[in-house]
């Protein structure tokens, strides 16, 4: 059973920054991929940024220099988001891949969504 906890979404002036926290548990699980996904609206949902539990990182191109995506060791992942334009207004959903310990079946798993609003 996996439980996703987001946090960090809010309302800030373009230029501004903000940070998205999410943490993933559930017993007996290893979470390999975690990442961000956005969707804007009238959008379809977009990859922000992954990392793998080797710290292998992967930008959309909208996000490189700007958002830098980490991990720590109990499986919260972090989104810093510097320089923030109006664009980058969406809902933000953290993700996971998934997978039972001693088991090859991968899971995929999202989260609740966390507002972010970038006024001009």
């Known amino acids: 059973h996996v439980q996703l906890a987001e946090s960090g979404g809010g309302l800030v002036r373009a230029g501004g920054s903000l940070r998205l926290s999410c943490a993933a548990s559930?017993?007996?699980?290893?979470?390999?991929?975690m990442g961000w996904y956005r969707q804007a609206p009238g959008k379809w949902r977009e990859l922000v940024a992954t990392?793998?539990?080797?710290?292998?990182t992967n930008y959309a191109d909208s996000a490189k220099g700007r958002f830098t995506i980490s991990r720590d060791a109990k499986n919260t992942v972090y989104l810093q988001m510097n320089s923030l334009k109006p664009e980058d207004t969406a809902v933000y959903y953290c993700?996971?891949?998934?997978?039972?310990?001693?088991?090859?079946?991968?899971?995929?798993?999202g989260g609740q969504g966390t507002q972010v609003t970038v006024s001009s």
């Open positions: 990392i793998t539990s080797g710290g292998t």
């Open positions: 993700n996971v891949k998934f997978r039972r310990v001693g088991e090859l079946v991968e899971f995929d798993y």
């Open positions: 559930g017993s007996g699980l290893r979470f390999n991929v």
